[in-house]
């Protein structure tokens, strides 16, 4: 759960990749409509997983998206 900050970070720290392809969103699907959901999953959750990257020591950070964001 991208949301979990701190489990984000254990994540990311324990692996230490050299890069990051972040590809997870939510809205993509008409039953995902709940804006304060979409918010919060894009934006803090992707901030968790730039912090949690960086302190990790990540080269490469790719986000990447579809039309459906």
């Not at 972040?22 to 809205?27: D, E, F, N, Q, V």
């Not at 918010?39 to 912090?51: I, K, M, R, S, Y």
Request: glycine share 8%.
């Amino acid at each position: 759960d991208l949301l979990d900050a701190g489990g984000v970070a254990e994540a990311v720290n324990r692996i230490r990749p050299a890069a990051v392809l972040h590809l997870a969103a939510y809205g993509a699907y008409e039953n995902q409509a709940d804006a304060r959901r979409i918010l919060e999953t894009n934006v803090l959750g992707t901030l968790a997983l730039l912090d949690a990257s960086r302190a990790a020591g990540v080269q490469l950070f790719v986000n990447a998206g579809s039309s459906s964001e």
